[in-house]
């Protein structure tokens, strides 16, 4: 359990990297057409991503699942453009109304722990203490993801509440411009090319 703090920190520092852009702009899109009230739900929300993500990380990590990285990479993007897809369609509608897309964040947790596999499998090696290593990972992709979100809640809550942006349309700009760049990835990453 030596290392368990540097896991933890590899996990956070990991999702929060710049370079990895992908994984932001979904836990954004995920969590952005909440509020700073819906903190529950969106805590559940994300978690259900981390659960998904967390399980195909160890079956890849344990060579238990193995799919090409070019259709990993295209289908991150994917699971983005979907995500701000339906933040778009469901504008019209109230957080109420909406049946909060657990399983939807879980599915999608399956594709981007795959995107993670590469990473830690490289960082693993042939460590004797792949559990425990793995959990302190995913504990810290999970802290990471939080940061992210506090950071969402906090920025609509300030446009939202002080400078007066209508929810709807503060929901509408932020889908549509994710959808934009995801749209650009997926294209960019499209396997057949």
Known sequence: MQDFPLYFELGWQHILDWQGYDHILFVTALCG?????????????????????????????????????????????????????????????????????????????????????????SLLGKSNNVVAELLAFNLGLEFGQIIIVICVLTISFLLINFIKVKKREWNLFLSSAIFGIAAIMTIERWPFL
């Open 33 to 121: 057409i909440y509020l700073l009230k819906d903190w529950k739900k969106v805590l559940i929300l994300v978690t259900a991503f981390t659960i998904g993500h967390s399980l195909t990380l160890a079956l890849s990590v344990f060579n238990k699942i193995l799919i090409p990285t070019t259709w990993i990479e295209f289908l991150i993007p994917v699971t983005i453009l979907i995500t701000a897809l339906l933040n778009i369609i469901y504008s019209k509608k109230s957080n109420d109304q909406i049946n909060s897309p657990y399983v939807l964040a879980l599915l999608f947790g399956l594709i981007h722990g795959l995107g993670f596999s590469n990473y830690l499998k």
